[in-house]
Nanobody, 117 residues
Framework: QVQFVESGGGLVQPGGSLRLSCAVS????????MGWYRQAPGKQRELVARITSGGSGNYADSVKGRFTISRDNAKNTVYLQMGSLKTEDTAVYYCNARERPFSNDLWGRGTQVTVSS
């Protein structure tokens, strides 16, 4: 069994910042890639950012320059620092992990981020 502990979501005003954290534990030793996806009401789940165990990251165009992803490999934890938040960033944010390049995706339960004045 693999467990996800996501935290850091909440309500923030436009232009504000939030930091999401996701710790993965259980029957998993090392994780090839960790990331964050989001799903807004009525929309498909989309990639926000992801980072490999070697530190290589990529971002959705919509968040480049505003969000920063990082990870602590020893703790199997990934972080998402979100800044200059916009109302369109409102969504449920899901932590994702893949143990090997072609392993199945593992998902957290999600944390709500609401950007509103």
């Amino acid at each position: 069994q693999v467990q996800f502990v996501e935290s850091g979501g909440g309500l923030v005003q436009p232009g504000g910042s939030l930091r999401l954290s996701c710790a993965v534990s259980g029957s998993i030793f090392s994780i090839y890639v960790m990331g964050w996806y989001r799903q807004a009401p009525g929309k498909q789940r989309e990639l926000v950012a992801r980072i490999t165990s070697g530190g290589s990251g990529n971002y959705a165009d919509s968040v480049k320059g505003r969000f920063t992803i990082s990870r602590d490999n020893a703790k199997n934890t990934v972080y998402l620092q979100m800044g200059s938040l916009k109302t369109e960033d409102t969504a449920v944010y899901y932590c994702n992990a893949r143990e090997r390049p072609f392993s199945n995706d593992l998902w957290g339960r999600g944390t709500q981020v609401t950007v509103s004045s």
